[in-house]
DNA sequence: GTGTTTTTGTACTATATTGCACATAAATAT
DNA sequence: ATATTTATGTGCAATATAGTACAAAAACAC
């Protein structure tokens, strides 16, 4: 019953799985990230796999409950780049343009169609039809103006950002930063355009010439 | 036969429609809205209108001709609001609030469950998938910024806004505003903190005090 | 009235989709 | 080797869905 040696190492005991667990979720993902849930067959599901249907059934459930993890694995994912766009060094521009060019680079991938944002633009779809996705797309919007909202903090702490600015405002007008992008992507726009609205809109968050009042020391 | 009087009082030859067609539209749009093209049945869209399935073809075409429609009558109904809020009278502040506020009536209405926005987040779930919905979510996104641009020029005329500031990019930061509240109101966010945020851009929009400083004028 | 035109309503077909049953395969345990 | 366990693969059943055929209905023209 108990197990004293929680190794991974762990002789599983019949037949070994044909695939890598994270993987096929990654692969779900990337199928419902275009189509979104309803759009997406369990055929594509199957396709995008290389599961067949009851090998996914067996690993994640029906397709609602494989929709739900894959999007919590995308959300987790973007939360921790997220979180190390915004991590020490770099000063408050800098920081918060990682944040975009992360978020162009992954909604416009190289070399492949536009994408925009799976979590964004799917899951904002189907939230008014399931309270799981709404409860996630809610969740997640929130991490993401926290995960702003400290950087912030951490800025008028450090004298890069004037100590009158609310730094829960600000995330939000940060979020809805990487909100346009995302839907602009998957409206067509093309990058350098998205990305001049991003510096303009970190221009008017970060205040003129370096801080928005006083003049903090430059460089940091 | 050349018809000397195009009148809308001429008199339809056949059985009359049991149906008002622009007021069918509106319906089919509320049942598309809900839960994006492809959740959508012909059975929902017919329920909603009133209409049976061969009238629903005979009047529209097939479900994707349908949803084109209600997307087109939507997204101009929208714009003319937009310009309505946006016409000369009230300041810059107030012009854009007034923006921000008919789009929170319309994304929160009143008594209803949140349903956020049509066009922005049922399209850009299908955009990827169909060309015509994609070419008219830029179409209708390149519109609302080009009134917001206007509206700038405007105030920059006026001496509403500092000379500067660079039209383009901040209709592009006003547009965000308004996507990130379709997004929010589809998250179940608040309306009194989504008005905050609201008015927190426009205030990072109009600049300081009014408007007399130095703003952003390209990035990159 | 009879005929023409257009819309409506019922019923239908063809197909797609989801989810699962059941037998087979591939591993371990003894 | 034999039993046990877990995963796979074929195939299927129940349902849902999109789109249409066809007859009845409701208007006009004469």
Known sequence: M?????KDEKAPRGRPRAYDPDAALANAT????????????LDE?????????????????DKRALYLQALKRYTEEGRAA???ALAPGPDLRESL???????????????????????????????????DVR????????????EFEQRFRRAQAEGELDAEADPVLLSKVASALLHTLALRSRAGDGRAAMRATAVAGVELICGPAGGRKSRPTRGG
Chains 1, 2 share one sequence.
């Open 30 to 41: 990337g199928a419902f990230w275009r189509a979104g849930f309803s759009a997406t067959s």
């Open 135 to 146: 409860a996630q797309l809610a969740g997640a919007l929130r991490e993401f103006d926290r």
């Open 97 to 131: 343009l990682r944040v975009y060019d992360a978020a162009l680079a992954l909604y416009l991938p190289k070399g492949e169609a536009p994408r925009g944002c799976f979590l964004i633009n799917t899951g904002s779809a189907e939230s008014l039809n399931d309270d």
């Open 82 to 84: 997220m979180h190390e």
């Open 45 to 61: 599901l199957s396709a995008a796999t290389g599961m067949n249907r009851p090998s996914l059934y067996g690993a994640f459930g």
């Open 2 to 6: 108990v197990q004293k040696e929680p």
